[in-house]
């Protein structure tokens, strides 16, 4: 499962448990970390030479329905995942990022809130980190960064 953090869970209670108001962001920008997140302390985000948060607006041609990667209808599985329906593009690294070990989610391109975090994994499901080197194209493929919220 995703990691959620405290910003978040906090946020999530209070408005299904508590009927408090929440406004749920329109995009979200995903970083990449080189140290290992939780719920309170985010992890060393990757600076560089061309690196930027990729933003994907919420939405449902954005992220997939739980029913199946590229679904772009409102959530009807059971599995309890979705994932990006378009690649996550960084471009080509124009310098060393370093070992990316950990995605991040925020409401912000450049500072906001931190929403959730998860391991870079490969088609398996196994966390794997990488090494990006100066001249490495960077990018999540179509379907390839899963959230699973189950």
Not at 38 to 59: D, H, Q
Not at 76 to 84: A, D, L, M, R
Not at 116 to 129: E, F, N, Q
Request: charged share 10%.
């Amino acid at each position: 499962m995703a990691g959620l953090t405290n910003y978040l869970r906090n946020n999530l209670i209070d408005w299904f448990h508590r009927a408090q108001s929440f406004t749920p962001p329109s995009s979200v920008w995903i970083a990449l970390v080189t140290t290992t997140p939780n719920a309170a302390t985010a992890g060393t985000e990757v600076s560089g030479t061309g690196y930027a948060r990729i933003e994907v607006p919420a939405s449902l041609t954005d992220w997939c329905g739980t029913q199946g990667a590229g679904s772009t209808s409102a959530s009807s599985g059971t599995g309890g995942t979705t994932s990006n329906n378009a690649d996550i593009d960084y471009g080509t690294a124009g310098s060393s990022w370093g070992t990316v070990t950990y995605w991040e989610a925020y409401d912000d391109e450049t500072a906001g809130n931190r929403l959730m975090w998860g391991a870079i994994v490969d088609s398996g499901g196994t966390p794997t980190p990488r090494s990006i080197s100066n001249g490495d194209p960077v990018k999540f493929p179509t379907s390839s960064l899963q959230i699973p919220w189950a």
